[in-house]
């Protein structure tokens, strides 16, 4: 499997991944990159990060996933999307933006580590 790629840098509306540039929220996984548009979803900041925006982790093979709840930590995470985790034996974690793409950094030089990235509120 390919690693996952690491993040250079995280600042108020933006987040550098290592090999596919800058983004203002980012879906991350082994093997890839790409900016997390909430519309495809309907994501909104409550209840938050939906079930389908992890589906895309998942289907790449992360067996471990950071959702980042934003920053000020404004953005939730619907309990429909925990207890899909949960139930695929996903080990989720979930933490301010900043803390969350330290923590994604280190799981990704030994995990297949997934990552959803809020760069705002």
Same mark, same amino acid.
């Given at each position: 499997?390919?690693?996952? &790629?690491?993040?250079?840098?995280? !600042? *108020?509306? !933006?987040?550098?991944?290592?090999?596919? %540039?800058?983004?203002?929220?980012?879906?991350? *996984? &082994?093997?890839? @990159?790409?900016? *997390?548009?909430?519309?495809?979803?309907?994501?909104?900041? !409550?209840? %938050?990060?939906?079930?389908?925006?992890?589906?895309?982790?998942?289907?790449?093979?992360?067996?471990?996933?950071?959702?980042?709840?934003?920053? /000020?930590?404004?953005?939730?995470?619907?309990?429909?999307?925990?207890?899909?985790?949960?139930?695929?034996?996903?080990?989720?974690?979930?933490?301010?933006?900043? @803390?969350?793409? /330290?923590?994604?950094?280190?799981?990704?030089?030994?995990?297949?580590? %997934? %990552?959803?990235?809020?760069?705002?509120?």
């Amino acid at each position: 499997m390919p690693p996952s &790629p690491r993040i250079l840098a995280v !600042s *108020w509306g !933006s987040i550098t991944v290592d090999g596919f %540039g800058d983004f203002k929220d980012a879906k991350l *996984w &082994p093997g890839g @990159a790409r900016a *997390w548009d909430w519309n495809e979803t309907g994501t909104r900041h !409550s209840p %938050g990060t939906q079930p389908a925006d992890v589906e895309e982790l998942l289907d790449a093979g992360a067996t471990v996933v950071v959702l980042s709840l934003g920053m /000020e930590e404004r953005l939730g995470v619907a309990d429909e999307t925990l207890a899909l985790l949960r139930e695929r034996g996903v080990q989720v974690h979930t933490a301010e933006t900043a @803390a969350a793409a /330290e923590l994604y950094n280190i799981l990704a030089g030994t995990a297949a580590v %997934g %990552g959803l990235f809020h760069s705002t509120c």
